[in-house]
């Protein structure tokens, strides 16, 4: 009978297109929406995965988020570096500072100050100059987004000066990374040159990047750096999702995200439902001569449901494949405006949300068959 | 529950035995007596009609006599089963190995061709669909629609839809044949035609068909005519039909079928 089911939910073309359609607009509804918030969220870690090589980061037990500095003294990282399985700890700067241009404008800026020594947490993808460049005086080196944003309409190139704290600051460098949360500039500056361009302060340390030693794993340095001193220390990923966990819980984002989601899916389960119901009622009299003929409503039942979950199936598709397509292909490789990432996380569950919006829409047309006396078919 | 009489053509044994039965909708103020103790037999190799004005229970007690309605009260024995002491399940399974079903207005699925709809009552036991497929192509030759076979209802005349319906209900082979008013949505000429490829169905392998009508145009079909009033079977009278083929040659079928292409 399965092909039975499948004859009568394709014979009514108009009817199977709108289920379908209805589904689809769902589908993508809640994987558009989701992937979106997916993608702020990993805006909100991507200064973390910018500064690559340390495993381990610590820093103050009260921070929050990676953007929550609580500066610490210099002292501590004499004292990571004193922990057992430590195999080096540097120091790091960041923070949000204001930057004067030529013009007199002003701009917010955050600032990478990387340790003097061993430049760790230098950006990799250097598009005009070299790391290097970064030991001259007042040297910066400035994301390329932020290059744009302050100078739209000129190439990259070295030269460019402009004033924090009352002190030059030189461009000697232009690099790749990426987007972040606030969307300020990025300049990447080295540790002692960071303190000069802002105001002074008595703690100016924001974070100890570290690395176990080879035979002691990253999660058990932490373990050893929370309990040896009095600083919060995480891995890498950890931090991450400290920091994912933050903006999800403290922020308003997931909510209004969700109310989007959620109405993509009501829309979607209405237009589903709608149809699939008037489908059903249109075939009643045909599942009730079916009854009369002898079908059990396990029968129809499992046809009903086969319907459903083959609109739910193509419809899924339809919707995710038009999310990845049109978002994730299209508009990504024309904008980088757009904070767009889909895991295997939303597809997981967008077609989640769609089986139950399938398997909720089809239950009122079985519960409508279950109930219907087959001597409905001698109404004529 | 054997019995006599004088049609030739019947094979003279009962194929349903109604006693007494009553069947009551609703309660309370709003309680409709539609069937108040009907006694009826039906033969094999007949033809019965149910006759009678709106309302008087015709539907009734043919959804009672084919399992889809209990009865209230009373005892329905269809060959020689006692179907209302019949679970809910067996009831569907008894359903759907003795009786075929014509309807009214054909409840043809709309989505199918005329072969694939004909061979739905063997889908619904499990027969695979390429064995079910050549039987369905026998049963329209037999009604002679062989040649309309891929063709949806919405391409077929009312006459054909209803062949294409008898093919249908005729697949499993049941005994026991139910039609609700199945020439009240065709012509006059279409109708006539319809009635003798049912009758001609009676008497072929001795099956009873049952046919509830108002159209006093097919009473001279019928074997034996049971009228009804007010939920009562008043009278039964038996005539004999008029004079139609000889019984059991498909041949003939194929004739007089033909008008209604």
């Not at chain 1, 009817?15 to 990993?42: D, N, P």
């Not at chain 2, 026998?138 to 062989?146: A, D, G, I, T």
Request: proline fraction near 5%; include cysteine; hydrophobic fraction near 45%.
């Amino acid at each position: 009978m399965n092909w039975v089911a499948w004859k009568m939910l394709t014979g009514n073309r108009g009817k199977y297109l709108a289920i379908i359609m209805g589904v689809t607009f769902g589908a993508f509804l809640i994987a558009q929406q989701a992937s979106v918030f997916c993608g702020l969220m990993m805006l909100t870690t991507s200064q973390i995965k910018d500064i690559e090589g340390a495993e381990i980061w610590a820093m103050d037990k009260n921070m929050q988020y990676v953007d929550d500095i609580k500066p610490m003294s210099d002292n501590e990282l004499w004292r990571v570096r004193g922990v057992e399985g430590v195999d080096w700890a540097v120091r790091l700067y960041k923070g949000i500072t204001r930057a004067r241009l030529e013009e007199g404008t002003f701009q917010q800026i955050i600032m990478i100050g990387l340790d003097d020594a061993t430049m760790v947490g230098a950006p990799r993808e250097i598009i005009v100059g070299s790391i290097d460049d970064l030991r001259r005086p007042d040297a910066v080196i400035m994301d390329e987004a932020g290059f744009r944003q302050l100078w739209p309409d000129e190439p990259f190139s070295a030269g460019k000066v402009f004033e924090m704290n009352d002190r030059r600051a030189v461009v000697v460098g232009v690099c790749k990374s990426r987007k972040t949360f606030m969307t300020f500039p990025i300049i990447y500056t080295r540790y002692s040159q960071a303190v000069s361009f802002v105001p002074m302060e008595r703690k100016v340390l924001s974070f100890i990047l570290a690395n176990p030693k080879p035979d002691v794993s990253a999660e058990e340095v932490c373990r050893r750096i929370e309990a040896q001193t009095d600083l919060q220390a995480q891995t890498r990923a950890q931090f991450e999702w400290t920091t994912i966990w933050y903006y999800f819980r403290k922020t308003g984002i997931p909510f209004n995200f969700f109310t989007t989601v959620l109405l993509g899916f009501i829309v979607g389960a209405a237009i589903c439902g709608q149809t699939f119901y008037m489908f059903t009622l249109e075939n009643l009299k045909q599942f009730g001569a079916l009854k009369a003929m002898g079908a059990r409503n396990l029968q129809l039942v499992r046809m009903i449901m086969l319907q459903a979950l083959t609109v739910g199936f193509i419809g899924f598709g339809l919707g995710i494949g038009s999310v990845a397509m049109l978002f994730g292909e299209f508009i990504m490789r024309r904008t980088d405006k757009l904070a767009f990432f889909m895991p295997w996380q939303v597809v997981a569950i967008t077609g989640g949300s769609i089986l139950v919006m399938v398997i909720f829409s089809a239950l009122f047309s079985v519960w409508k068959v279950l109930r219907l006396e087959p001597a409905v078919v001698f109404k004529g | 529950m054997p019995a006599t009489h004088d049609n030739p053509t019947s094979d003279r044994t009962v194929a349903v035995a109604c006693r007494g039965v009553t069947k009551e909708f609703g309660d309370g103020n709003a309680l409709v007596r539609a069937l108040r103790g009907v006694d009826l037999d039906i033969y094999n190799g007949e033809l019965s009609l149910l006759v009678g004005p709106s309302g008087c229970g015709k539907t009734t007690l043919l959804s009672v006599v084919c399992g889809i309605l209990y009865p209230t009260a009373g005892s329905i024995h269809v060959f020689g089963t006692e179907i209302t002491k019949l679970s809910s399940s067996k009831l569907v399974g008894f359903r759907g190995d003795n009786v075929g079903f014509v309807f009214q207005q054909f409840n043809l699925l709309p989505a199918l061709t005329a072969v694939e709809n004909v061979c739905v009552p063997l889908l619904l036991k499990g027969v695979p669909r390429r064995h079910a497929l050549e039987k369905a192509y026998q049963m329209l030759e037999k009604v002679n629609l062989r040649d309309r076979a891929d063709a949806p209802p919405s391409n077929l005349s009312g006459g054909q839809q209803q062949r294409v319906a008898i093919a249908r209900a005729l697949i499993r082979e049941p005994r026991l044949m139910v039609c609700d008013e199945p020439t009240s949505a065709l012509d006059a000429r279409t109708g006539h035609t319809i009635m003798e490829l049912l009758r001609e169905i009676s008497i072929e392998q001795s099956r009873a068909v049952v046919v509830v009508t108002h159209d006093p145009r097919v009473y001279e079909f019928g074997d034996r005519i049971a009228t009804m009033e007010d939920g009562r079977v008043v009278g039964v009278e038996e005539q004999t039909p008029k004079p139609g083929p000889p019984p059991k040659t498909p041949s003939m079928v194929e004739e007089s079928v033909a008008e209604t292409s």
